[in-house]
C-alpha cells in the first residue's frame, strides 16, 4: 500500500475540486503507475452539471472503489470511463481522461476499441440468451475468425478466471439465463474478460445478489487485480473497505452536481478521514 | 498487457477497418430501405393528385351518373351512397365496439376477456372479401343485394379497430376516476358512462375516424352485398353505390374517359382517408400533451 | 327551503332488486352480449361459409384443392391454379418486403433520432391506409408500364431464354404487365407496413440492458444489433412476417387489377396468374349454377380457415417477445 498522504478539501460548500496533482502524490510515492487518469472532468445533461469537475488517477492493478450516497453521480462517473454515457445523446463531458496517456475522447479514438480495453459489469447480470460458452466467445469472436480449438481455450479460460469454470464445465451448451443470479454475473464477469480487457469497470456488481454470491465475487475481485486494473461502484462500505485498495468519496452538492470530495488510501479513508462529510457517511452517520 | 491474445488485438488492423466498414454500410442500407419504403407513398400520391386533379370539377362531385356519350356525369350517387353505407356502418360498429370493449376492460383475465380480445385480433385479420361472402350467405341469399348488406359487411370490418381504440383509451383513464365514482356509490353502468367514457372519448373519435378511413376505400366485400348502381338512391334495401365501387368499375372500364374519372375518385378518397388519418393521429397528440 | 333534517336513508332491500333498480343487471348483460357478437362473429363466418359450401365439398371432398382445372362450364373446379396463384405472388411479396421492412424497423429502432422517429413511422404505416383499389389503379396505368414491364422485360431477355444461359424457368416470357411478378411486387409495398411496424415495436421491447452489455464487450452498434437485439426479438419478429403473410393472402382488389386473371398453373413469375381472393371477386358476378357459388365460397372457406391459422400462430409469436421481459428500452436515447 502506498505511503498515505492525506488530500482532502476544507470543508465548505461549494469546494474546490481535487487535482490531478494532489492525488498523484499519493501512488508515485509507492511507485504505482496511474492506467487512467481522470483530469478535471465533468459530465452534463444537456444544461445540468451531473459531475462536477473531478481529478483522480486510478492506479494499475489495484481496485479503486467509489462510494457515496445515492443519486450523488458515481454510476455516471464510471459510466464515463468506457465512454458508455455516448448512448445518452445529451451527455456531454468537458475535461480529460486519460487511459496509458492517451485521451480517450479524442476525436480520432475508436470508442468501440476503447470498450474493448475498459470493460464493464452490470448491476442486474445480463447474459445474453445464448448458451454458456456463446456468452463468453462472443466477444473474441467479434474480432477474429478463430479455430475452435483456441476458442474453447479461451472459454476456458475465462470462465477458471471468474471462478465459475468447475460449476458449468458440463453445460457450456445449456442457456446462460439457466444459472442461479451470482452465478449469472461470474458469466458476464467471464464474458467481460474474455476480450482481454485492461480495466474492469463494474458497477454495483453484487447489489442483486445474495450474501453468499457477494462473497465469491468480492473473493473473485481479489483475484482479478493481479492481471487487471479494477474500478468499482458500491454503496455498500463495508465491501469497499474489504475488497478496495484506494476509495474515492463522492458527494452530491447544493447544486445537484456529483463532486469527489476526498481520494486516499482505503485504509485511511475508513479509519482516519479527513473530510467530516466522509467520516459521517462512513459511520453511518447519514448516507 | 504483453499475453499472446492482447497482441492478437492490436495486430488486426485490417479486421478493424473491416468491422468498422460493416457497421457503416449495414446502418446505412437500413437508412436506405427507410427511404424505398417511402417512394412508393410519394409516388401514388402524385399520382393520384396529378391524374385525379384534371378531371375533377364541382359539377363532376354533384352531378351522378351519365353514361359516356353524354360526357361521364359525376359521382354524387356514389358520394352519397358511400356516406349512407358508411354512416349506417358506423351507428352499428360503434355501440357494439365500445360495450365489447367495456366488457374487456372489465374482465381483462376472465376466459371470456381473452377470448374477446382474440376474437377481436382475428377479425381484424379476416380478409375482407370473406367478411362480403359471410353476409351474402346471411342477407343476400334471402333477400337481395341491399345496402343494409353492405353496411353490414363494413360495420363488421369497423368493429375491432373500434375496440381495440377504445379498450386502450379506457385502459390509460387513470383508475382513481373509477374509484372514487364507485367510491360515492354511483353504480357500474353510471360510472362507466358517466366517468370513464368523457375521459376515453377523444380515444373513441379516433378510433371512429381510423375505422371510417379503413372502409370508405373497401370494395370487395361490397361486391356481393351492396352491389353498386349507378342511380342516386337512399333506398336501404336496395343496391347502393359507393366511391371505392365505381373507381373500381371506371378504372377497368376501356374508355379514357372512365380512366379519367376513376384517378378523380382516388383522389376523393384519399383526400378523405388521408385527413381522417392525421387528423386522427393529430387529436392523439394533442390530447397526450393535455394529459402531462 | 332546504330541509335541515336528515333524509331517511333508502329503506333496505334485496341485493338483486337493488342491482336492478341500479341499472347494473341490464348493464352486464349488455356488454356481455356484445362481447359474445364478437365470438359469435366469428364462429358465425366460418360456419355460413362451411354450410353453403356444401355442395362442391361433398362433391369433390379434397380433391378440390389439388384438381388444376377451373373449367366452370364444364362444372370442373379445381382451386389448385388460385392456391398456387395466392402462394406465389405472397412468397414474391414476402421476399421483397421482409428485407426492406425490417431494415426500416431497425432504422427506426435504433438509429433515427426521437423526433423523427413517430413522424416517419407515420408515413411508413400511411402505406398502409391507402385502399387496395387505389393501389390497383396505380398497377395498371402507373406501376406496371413504368416499372415492371421494364424490369420483366430485362428479366426475360437475360434470364428466362431456354436458349441462352442461364436460363431460369421462373422468369420465362411471355410477358405482358399483368403477371404473379406485378401483383407480388405492390403487394409488398402494401405489407411493408406491418412487417416494419409489428419489428419496429419488437425490437423497441429488448431491454437496454441486452445493448449495452454487447456494447459495453466493444461491439459496433450493427454487430450489437445483428447479433444480440434481432435475435432476442426472432419470435416477435417471425409474428410480424406471418401477420403480413396473412394480409397478403386476403389483399383482393389490387392482386384482381393486375394479376392478369387466367387460371392456370405456371412455373413462371412472368405469366398472369390468378387468386384466390381474385377469382372470388371477379367470377361471382357470373356464377349461375349453385355448383360454381359452391365452389368460389368453398375457395372463401379456405381463406378463412388459413388467415385464422396464420393469425393464431402470429399473435402467440409476437405476445411470446413482450411477455419475456419486463422493461423495454430503445436504442438512441
Known sequence: MGQSVSVTLPVGVVAPPLSVASTAVLGAASGLSAKMKLDRMSVYYGAFLAVAEVSLPVYAHQITAIIGPSGCGKSTLLRALNRMNDLISRARLTGKIWLDGEDIYAPQVDVVDIRRRVGMVFQRPNPFPKSIYDNVAYGPRLYDRIPKSELDEMVERSLRRAALWDEVKDKLKESGLALSGGQQQRLCIARAIAVEPEVILMDEPCSALDPVATLKIEELMQELETDYTIVIVTHNMQQAARVSDYTAMMMMRPDRAGQVIEFDVTAKIFTRPGDKRTEDYVTGRFG | ?292 | MISTQPRALRPASSPVVRALQHGDIPYRGVIALSALAILGLVVGVGVMLWIYSEPTRVAAGWSFVVETAWNPVGEVFGAAPFILGTLNTSLVALIVAFPLGLGVAIFLAELCPIRLRALLGFMVELLAAIPSVVYGAWGIFVFIPAFVQPLGDFLMNTFGNPSRFPFLPILKGPFFGASTLAAGLILAVMILPTISAISRDVLLAVPRAQREAALALGSTRWETIWQVVLPYGLSGILGGIILGLGRALGETMAVTMVIGNVAQVSASLLSPGYSMASVIANEWGESRTPMYASALIEIGLLLFVTSLLLNIVARLLVWSVSRRNPDAGGGRA
Open chain 2, 1 to 292: 498487457m504483453s499475453t499472446p491474445a492482447a497482441r492478437r488485438w492490436t495486430g488486426a488492423a485490417a479486421r478493424e477497418r473491416k468491422r468498422r466498414l460493416v457497421n457503416i454500410l449495414m446502418l446505412g442500407l437500413t437508412g436506405l430501405a427507410t427511404l424505398l419504403a417511402l417512394v412508393p407513398l410519394a409516388w401514388i400520391l402524385a399520382e393520384v393528385v396529378a391524374r385525379g386533379s384534371s378531371a375533377l370539377s364541382v359539377e363532376f362531385l354533384t352531378q351522378t351518373f351519365k353514361p359516356t356519350s353524354l360526357g361521364g356525369g359525376g359521382i354524387w350517387h356514389a358520394i352519397v351512397g358511400t356516406a349512407i353505407l358508411v354512416g349506417l356502418a358506423s351507428l352499428l360498429a360503434v355501440p357494439v365496439g365500445i360495450l365489447a370493449a367495456f366488457y374487456v376492460v372489465a374482465h381483462p383475465n376472465s376466459a371470456m376477456g381473452l377470448a374477446v380480445r382474440f376474437g377481436t385480433d382475428v377479425l381484424s385479420g379476416l380478409p375482407s372479401i370473406v367478411v362480403g361472402l359471410f353476409i351474402y350467405t346471411v342477407l343476400v341469399i334471402e333477400r337481395g343485394y341491399s345496402a343494409w348488406a353492405g353496411s353490414l359487411a363494413l360495420a363488421i370490418l369497423m368493429l375491432p379497430v373500434v375496440v381495440r381504440t377504445t379498450e386502450e383509451m379506457l385502459k390509460l383513464t387513470p383508475q382513481s376516476l373509477r374509484e372514487a365514482s364507485l367510491g360515492l356509490g354511483a353504480p357500474e353502468w353510471k360510472t362507466t358512462f358517466s366517468v370513464m367514457l368523457p375521459a376515453a372519448l377523444t380515444g373513441v373519435v379516433t378510433g371512429l375516424m381510423l375505422a371510417v378511413a379503413r372502409v370508405s376505400g373497401e370494395t370487395a366485400p361490397l361486391l356481393f352485398t351492396a352491389l353498386g348502381s349507378n342511380n342516386l338512391s337512399v333506398a336501404l334495401d336496395k343496391p347502393m353505390a359507393s366511391l371505392p365501387l365505381t373507381l373500381f368499375k371506371y378504372a377497368v372500364d376501356p374508355s379514357k374517359t372512365r380512366n379519367a374519372q376513376a384517378w378523380a375518385i382516388a383522389l376523393v378518397i384519399i383526400v378523405l382517408v388521408l385527413a381522417l388519418n392525421v387528423g386522427a393521429r393529430l387529436i392523439a397528440m394533442w390530447r397526450s400533451r393535455m394529459m402531462r
